[in-house]
C-alpha cells in the first residue's frame, strides 16, 4: 500500500480552523464513556446536529451516523461495544424528513451515479426506502433482537423533522 503526503492545500480551512479550535479546548477531561448513557443513530445528513437536538453537549452520547439512519452491522457492532463499555443503556435510531434515501428507490440511486459520473455502485447496498416509518421499525427491532446487545437496554425510534428541529417519536 503506497502511503500519500497529507493532501494540506485541499484541507487548509480544516487546518486553521482546529488550530483555533485548540487554543480555546475544553473537553480534555471527557472520558470515552456517555455521559447520559444515550446513543443515537441518525443520518449524515449536515442539517442534523445530534447533541443540539436532544438538549446534549460533547461527551454526553455517542453518535453514529450513515446515509440514511440505517442499522447496518457496523452500527450493530459499535452498538454492542457502547452498550456494554460505553455506559449507554438508551439506543434512539433518529433518520429525517426530506432525506434522499428515503425518496428514491435503489435503482434510481445507482444509476445516478452512473450517469453522473460513470461509476457502477450497484455491488454496494444503500439501503434506501420509500416507506421511513417501516423501515424505521425494522431497524428498531433489529437493534432490538440482537442477540449480543446488553439486557435492559432502551430502543425506540424517532423522525426528526429538519424543517421544524422537532423529533417525532413513531411507535415502533
Known amino acids: 500500500m503506497k502511503n500519500y503526503s497529507f493532501p494540506h492545500d485541499q484541507f487548509k480551512e480544516v487546518l486553521a480552523s482546529n488550530a483555533e ?4 479546548f475544553k473537553y480534555s477531561e471527557l472520558s470515552g464513556s456517555a455521559a447520559k448513557g444515550l446513543a443515537i443513530v441518525t443520518c449524515m445528513d449536515s442539517r442534523i446536529n445530534p447533541l443540539s437536538v436532544v438538549g446534549m453537549r460533547s461527551g454526553d452520547a455517542k453518535i453514529l451516523r450513515n446515509a440514511g439512519a440505517r442499522v447496518t452491522e457496523d452500527v450493530i457492532r459499535t452498538l454492542v461495544l457502547a452498550t456494554y463499555l460505553l455506559n449507554v443503556d438508551r439506543i434512539l435510531v433518529m433518520p429525517h424528513t426530506d432525506c434522499a434515501m ?5 435503482a434510481d ?16 447496498e444503500f439501503r434506501t426506502t420509500s416507506n421511513q416509518e417501516a423501515a424505521l421499525a ?3 427491532n433489529r437493534i432490538r433482537a440482537y442477540p449480543l446487545l446488553r439486557e435492559g437496554v432502551t430502543v425506540a425510534g ?8 422537532t423529533i417525532i417519536p413513531v411507535d415502533c
Open 102 to 106: 428515503a425518496s428514491g428507490d435503489e
Open 109 to 124: 440511486i445507482h444509476a445516478l451515479i452512473d450517469e453522473k459520473f460513470g461509476v457502477d455502485t450497484r455491488s454496494l
Open 21 to 24: 479550535y485548540a487554543t480555546t
Open 158 to 165: 424517532a423522525i426528526y423533522d429538519v424543517k421544524t428541529g
Open 138 to 140: 425494522t431497524d428498531v
